[in-house]
């Protein structure tokens, strides 16, 4: 299943929530990223039968491996680009709003070339 760009911050958002909190909810995506709890509800739906999510029987969401793998790789793009951006003379909230578009339709080759300069 191919996200969309909306898939891939749903997932974002659920690892960032994770790794400071072992339970997530649909309300804890909700509050994070300010959409509606149906809104919320509709995609956790999609990603729980893409195979992305796990929800257990009291609401929990857990990633499955498929999900946070997808989900690392989008937050690295992310904290890269925003670094990337703000070494470049961008103020902090312009390069992570910048970098959260940029993260969705950048190459894999484009960003690798990225990763590889910012690591020398």
Known sequence: M???ESG?????????LTESSDAVRSIDVADHIGYSKPSVSRAVGILKSGGFINVDADGYITLTEDGRYVASKIYERHTLLTKML???GVDGDTASE???RMEHVISEETFDAIKKHFAD
């Open 8 to 16: 891939e911050m749903y997932l974002e958002t659920i690892y960032i």
């Open 86 to 88: 703000i070494e470049l």
């Open 98 to 100: 910048d970098a959260c």
């Open 2 to 4: 191919n996200l969309q």
